[in-house]
């Protein structure tokens, strides 16, 4: 069997993501407290406490105060990791140890659906949870640019780029422990990397080549600006960096997780 052959997609996607939508509504409150509840003091400690202390920060001859510097990496972050967890421990639970996806493919429905619907769902909870966020930064005031409207959409993108990728781990995961290395090895590097808390240009000249083409990079590189009340440079070399991944982790991850099926 070709694992690897072109997705077979219908809109049978959309009855599983709306299951997942129903489910979820049950535990939407508690659920959007642990999204944004972390960056939120992530935001406060370091944009306000250390902020303090910084000042501004100088990006492309430009001085910027640190709040709105930390807020526009913050909210990719955010979104690069509400993105993960769901497709991460939530789908592992209802791939795995629930067995909700055997139950689904019992109807008309197969796994290529399965997997786009999964992809969109983690999406989805990725754009809700940067949306909140939005709206928190918009009542402190750090930034209230029009062009937010389309750092809203490339947020979107963000939680659809991360979440591909994050189904090839979930495909490859024996166990929830699995998904450590994933954080550990990968996320936790890139949040560092990627200019979240500081310039990209503190980095020795190695080190930022690399950080060039990773995906958080691409996308802060995109949102930055905009909470600026600017468009980005390049804007289109970002986006192209961040559709090559998506489209390239998604055929994995449905390559993988087929594999896994037929095993």
Same mark, same amino acid.
């Given at each position: ?35 944004? *509840? ?13 902020? *303090?202390?910084?000042?501004?920060? $100088? ?16 909210? !990719?972050? %955010? ?14 639970? $209802? ?38 966020? &939005? ?9 209230? %640019?029009?062009? &937010? ?5 490339? &947020? ?7 979440? !591909? ?58 949102? $930055?600006?905009?909470?600026?009340? $600017?468009?980005?440079?390049?804007? &289109? ?19 993988l997780t087929r594999r896994r099926f037929a095993a």
């Amino acid at each position: 069997m070709n694992h690897w052959r072109a997705p077979a997609l219908s809109m049978r996607f959309w009855p599983v993501f709306r299951r997942n939508l129903l489910v979820w509504k049950k535990l939407a409150v508690p659920s959007l407290i642990g999204n944004i *509840a972390e960056p939120l003091i992530w935001l406060v400690a370091f944009g306000y406490g250390m902020g *303090a202390l910084v000042g501004s920060v $100088r990006l492309g001859g430009t001085e910027v105060p640190y709040i709105l510097f930390l807020a526009s990496g913050s909210v !990719c972050m %955010s979104a690069m990791n509400a993105a993960s967890f769901e497709a991460l421990y939530s789908a592992f639970s $209802r791939m795995h140890v629930q067995k909700t996806w055997d139950g689904i493919m019992n109807a008309p429905v197969s796994l290529d659906d399965v997997v786009m619907a999964e992809m969109l769902w983690a999406a989805y909870k990725a754009i809700f949870t940067a949306t909140a966020i &939005l709206l928190v930064m918009l009542a402190l005031n750090i930034s209230h %640019s029009p062009k &937010l409207l389309a750092a809203w959409v490339v &947020l979107l993108a963000v939680g659809i780029t991360f979440s !591909c990728i994050a189904l090839i781990f979930n495909a490859l995961a024996k166990g929830y422990d699995f998904f450590t290395y994933y954080f550990t090895l990968f996320l936790t590097p890139m949040m560092f990397l990627s200019g979240v808390f500081f310039p990209r240009e503190q980095l020795p000249q190695v080190v930022r080549v690399i950080s060039d083409w990773l995906p958080l990079t691409n996308a802060i590189e995109l949102v $930055r600006p905009m909470f600026m009340d $600017r468009w980005p440079d390049g804007a &289109l070399r970002h986006l192209l960096v961040l559709a090559v991944y998506a489209v390239i982790a998604f055929w994995a991850a449905l390559a993988l997780t087929r594999r896994r099926f037929a095993a």
